[in-house]
């Protein structure tokens, strides 16, 4: 069992930073690759980026591509997503996933959810 708590959402402006944390308890983080996603008002979730166990590897979103870090600490067994330049469509709840299996980054593929925190960019 895995218990991700996610961190450091909140309302910035437009052009602006943030940096979201996601703190896991339970069996040994270095084992999952981590996702983030998020989900607007009215819209699906939707993936945000990853970050693989072993090697580092990221992927991200086309949409946030140039414009957000994912990045993990074993020791501290969290990841974070590093936000930048943000716009009023990145508003959303940001939720942190992990992944034990080598499958997909679609949703029904994540093994363990955090419970989310809000993002909110004003224009």
């Known amino acids: 069992q895995v218990q991700l708590v996610e961190s450091g959402g909140g309302l910035v402006q437009a052009g602006g930073s943030l940096r979201l944390s996601c703190a896991a308890s339970g069996r040994a983080f270095y084992a999952y690759s981590m996702g983030w996603f998020r989900q607007a008002p009215g819209k699906d979730r939707e993936f945000v980026a990853s970050i693989s166990r072993n090697d580092g590897i990221t992927n991200y979103a086309d949409s946030v591509k140039g414009r957000f870090t994912i990045s993990r600490a074993n020791a501290a067994s969290t990841v974070y997503l590093q936000m930048s330049s943000l716009k009023p469509e990145d508003t959303a709840v940001y939720y942190c996933?992990?992944?034990?299996?080598?499958?997909?980054?679609?949703?029904?593929?994540?093994?363990?959810w955090g419970k989310g925190t809000l993002v909110t960019v004003s224009s």
């Open positions: 996933a992990a992944r034990l299996w080598d499958t997909t980054w679609s949703i029904q593929d994540m093994d363990y």
